[in-house]
């Protein structure tokens, strides 16, 4: 079945530092993939997706590239801010038809002045 | 875009007491809801994928007559935890798909955190 697969956290990171939070999935034929982020107390919020290989997501100066090849989907930001701490969930959408997500375990970032 | 909502955001009940949690979509039609529970520092579990008028579908070890989920209407899903007990304690996440254009994209509620005394 589906599967995805993130990095362990907390990941902690001095602001304006690089980030990057790996992802790797196992799904037959083409799933959509997605970072969602929950912020503390809250609900999970979609970041960014990606539907097919190539395909490059991007928002709030995250970015994330559907990697077939190597079944990836690392998100990544030039500069963290401390209002990024927050949990980021990687999730897939299998090709497979319905509409149940497959979510990774979470990781959390913790970014510090 | 899409929100969904739910309420309440915070309960606090006595053990064996059942609480009642909606959640709505309020600008778009959700054929589909999804329940998800969450334990601390971890993922999401989901629970139960409700479809308007008909009986939910439930994950495996999700005690049914534990976890009722109503979806009367495009609109709104609840979710019953029927004689709470503490073990219950936790926070329920509702999402739903819009029912024109389903892209994969789920729109998740605010969550709601339960805790049973």
């Known amino acids: 079945g589906d599967s995805v697969t993130q990095m362990e956290g907390p990941v902690t990171l001095s602001e304006e530092a690089f980030l990057t939070i790996n992802c790797t999935y196992t799904a037959t034929g083409y799933p959509s993939l997605f970072w969602y982020v929950q912020y503390p107390g809250e609900g999970l919020q979609l970041l960014l997706k990606?539907?097919?290989?190539?395909d490059k997501g991007s928002n709030k100066g995250f970015e994330a590239t559907y990697r077939k090849e190597t079944t990836s989907f690392h998100l990544e930001k030039g500069s963290v801010q401390v209002s990024d701490s927050a949990v980021y969930f990687c999730?897939?959408?299998?090709?497979?038809?319905?509409?149940?997500?497959?979510f990774g375990t979470g990781t959390q970032l913790k970014v510090e002045l | 875009g899409a929100v969904v909502s739910q309420h309440p955001s915070r309960v606090i009940c006595k053990s064996g007491t059942s609480v009642k949690i909606e959640c709505r979509s309020l600008?778009?039609?959700?054929?589909?809801m999804f329940w998800y529970r969450q334990f601390p520092k971890q993922s999401l579990m989901l629970m139960a994928t409700s479809n308007e008028g008909s009986k939910a579908t439930y994950e495996q070890g999700v005690e049914k007559d534990k976890f009722l989920i109503n979806h009367a209407s495009l609109t709104l899903s609840t979710l019953t935890v029927t004689s709470a007990h503490p073990e219950d304690s936790s926070f329920y996440i509702c999402s739903a798909s819009d029912r024109g254009s389903f892209t994969g994209e789920l729109f998740f509620g605010e969550g709601s955190r339960l805790t049973v005394l």
């Open positions: 600008d778009f039609q959700a054929t589909t």
């Open positions: 999730a897939l959408h299998g090709s497979g038809g319905g509409n149940k997500l497959t």
């Open positions: 990606a539907t097919k290989a190539d």
